[in-house]
């Protein structure tokens, strides 16, 4: 199961990982292929493998984070991994109290879970920055 959550950005056609960087008003594309050196990008200082290009919004053709949900005894939950582990969280008190959630902070309840335990997986993409 991939578990995918994060900001993406389409740039002259390929699909990057990325963020909004606001200080500098640019979004900041990453890539771990060396061959994007010829396309802009300038290798990371420290991590030797990462790539980075910044760029203003108006050069995207789109850009949206992506998050993992699942289906987990009837309600829809995010869904996360953390060292490895699959975690799932939801806000609705009742609920996660009767299934075994551990209460992490107002409105935040997470729980650690085997793949199989999950329903349904599926990806939910969300446009972002007015795109």
């Known amino acids: 199961m991939d578990i995918i959550q ?10 990057y990982e990325g963020y909004y960087h606001f200080e500098l008003e640019k979004y900041v594309l990453k890539s771990y292929d060396p061959n994007d050196v010829h396309h802009g990008f300038h290798q990371h200082k420290e991590l030797k493998s990462l790539y980075k290009k910044y760029v203003d919004l108006e ?29 799932i969280s939801h806000g609705d008190r ?13 409105g935040y309840w997470q729980k650690e879970v085997k793949e199989d335990e999950l329903e349904k997986v599926w990806h939910e993409k969300r ?4 795109f």
């Open 127 to 130: 446009g972002i920055l007015g």
């Open 59 to 87: 050069e995207l053709d789109d850009v949206y984070e992506i998050s993992t949900v699942a289906l987990y005894k009837g309600k829809e939950i995010a869904v996360r991994k953390f060292k490895g582990e699959i975690i």
């Open 6 to 15: 994060g900001g993406f950005a389409i740039y002259k056609g390929k699909e």
């Open 94 to 106: 009742d609920y996660c109290k009767e299934n075994g959630f551990t209460y992490i902070d107002r």
